[in-house]
């Protein structure tokens, strides 16, 4: 509905345990009409940055996103780019990318996503954000967050589409990372009931979402309505 | 006059003498550290060695050390272990140990099992994802997190590696918590290692190679600090603290130079 009525759309994710191309799969499975060149995630938003900063990255992260990075050179890496590793965060591979980055007379620690864990099947796991204060500390350095909250993220969604912050609109369940980003970003943003939603978001201290919805055909629904008035 | 010029002028007490990286380097003495340590000896100053080894149990520490021909007493070495444990049997908690299978004599005696406390050491071994995330579930539900220390980083025969600092730091980040510290720098740490000596935190020099953990520690638990050139020390270290050490040197040897010249 959204794309019939005009609007440009991307799709917003901090997803970094697989390629664009497998999770698009995973959702075209589930009937959602979507394509990975409408997909604004946390890998290919680092390879932008990456390429305009001449940066040749040492990678650590989950061995199903390495394939985002081919076009980039690899060797002699002057930065460290950390994703949601999973198992591949040994203590071996850990200590490489320590060693890089101590090796660096500039270091830079690109991690895509801040999270501290997530919740599966088998119980709750630690995330990328937990490895990236790990680094952090060891060699004394902020690491650069590629991936929501960071404005950086969306504004590199925005920029994809052309469009201003003004004129885009964000629809997420994270209060904190989908909507306050958002906002930080000069966007207005809205929140929807499901998923990590809790009732205690509404009250949220920091952030106000411009609009809290039942779910993301409620807010679509809403959005197209101003659009035709 | 005389008042003054003593209360200006500190009275050496004691000396706390860093192990690994101060007067060895894994298996090899810093040279002319073991000659230096008889002169130091020859002065009237009670001298402890102090550590945040985690890979080795006191038994160890000393076979190395006096198969290096160091002269030293098994009750002059404290080290983080002996500060973990003492922290155990007071919270009386059960520990979920990452700490090296060496490490492991010094909680004999401690119950291990159904953990309610997580105790992190240098583990590489242990730093894996499944470990990790053990320790994270079992902080969530409220086991306290023990730190032996926060090291950064050692220095190995391949180069630096990862101290137990980043994991620690890691799980605070991961469950919102505070870890309790037990070894170098912290303060409590420092006094602990003094008892039994009879001397105060202003009649004592620490000497160390980790510029924060050594020398910052000491000088903010009222010591002097003299930071030496050897293992984990790089260049320009001496700039990061503040105050700065109160002298800078080239090695163990200088230190105690210096000591016998100009602190007694």
């Known amino acids: ?229 | 006059m005389q008042l003054l010029r003593m209360a200006a002028r500190r009275v050496l007490k004691a000396v706390l003498v860093d192990l690994s990286g101060t007067l060895h380097i894994e298996d090899s003495a810093v040279p002319g550290s073991q000659e230096a340590l008889k002169r130091l000896r020859n002065a009237p100053v009670a001298i402890r060695f102090v550590t945040n080894t985690t890979k080795e149990s006191k038994r160890d520490l000393l076979e190395r050390l006096r198969s290096l021909e160091f002269d030293i007493a098994e009750d002059e070495i404290f080290t983080s272990l002996t500060a973990a444990r003492n922290l155990l049997e007071q919270k009386q908690v059960r520990p979920l140990l990452l700490v090296d299978d060496n490490a492991l004599q010094d909680f004999r005696g401690i119950p291990t099992n159904d953990p309610n406390a997580v105790v992190v050491g240098l583990a590489p071994e242990h730093f894996n994802y499944q470990m990790m995330n053990k320790a994270f579930r079992l902080i969530l539900d409220g086991a306290p997190l023990i730190a032996i220390h926060k090291a950064r980083y050692y220095k190995r025969k391949d180069g630096l590696a990862l101290g137990p600092g980043p994991f620690v730091t890691g799980l605070e980040y991961a469950t919102d918590t505070k870890a309790t510290v037990v070894g170098k720098p912290e303060t409590t740490f420092f006094l602990e290692a003094l008892s039994g000596t009879g001397c105060k935190p202003e009649e004592t020099v620490m000497i160390g190679d980790d510029c924060r953990g050594d020398v910052g520690g000491a000088q903010n638990a009222g010591m002097l600090g003299i930071l030496v050139k050897t293992g984990k020390y790089r260049a320009a270290d001496e700039a990061k603290i503040n105050p700065a050490p109160y002298l800078t040197c080239d090695n163990f040897p200088q230190a105690v130079d210096h000591i016998l010249q100009h602190l007694l």
Do not use: W
Request: glycine letters at 6%; aromatic letters at 6%.
């Open chain 1, 1 to 229: 509905m959204i794309k019939a009525s005009g609007l440009k759309l991307r799709f917003c994710t901090n997803e970094t345990q697989a390629t664009r191309g497998k999770f698009v799969e995973k959702l075209q499975r589930l009937g959602f009409n979507i394509s990975v060149n409408e997909v604004t995630a946390p890998a290919p938003a680092a390879c932008r940055v990456l390429r305009e900063r001449n940066l040749r990255p040492h990678l650590l992260v989950h061995d199903d996103l390495v394939p985002e990075f081919d076009q980039l050179d690899k060797a002699n890496p002057n930065c460290v780019v950390i994703g949601d590793a999973a198992d591949n965060f040994s203590y071996k591979n850990l200590n490489e990318a320590f060693r890089v980055l101590i090796g660096l007379e500039n270091p830079i620690l690109i991690s895509l996503g801040r999270g501290r864990y997530y919740k599966e099947t088998d119980g709750l796991k630690l995330d990328v954000g937990v490895y990236m204060k790990a680094l952090e500390y060891a060699c004394d350095i902020q690491a650069e967050v590629v991936g929501k909250p960071a404005k950086m993220f969306f504004q590199s969604a925005l920029a994809e589409m052309e469009v201003e912050p003004q004129q885009a609109i964000m629809i997420g369940d994270d209060i904190v990372n989908d909507v306050g980003g958002a906002q930080q970003c000069g966007m207005r943003a809205l929140q929807v009931r499901t998923g990590k939603y809790r009732p205690c978001d509404e009250q949220h201290p920091e952030v106000k979402a411009d609009g809290y919805v039942n779910n993301l055909a409620e807010a679509v629904d809403i959005i197209v309505k101003q659009l035709h008035k």
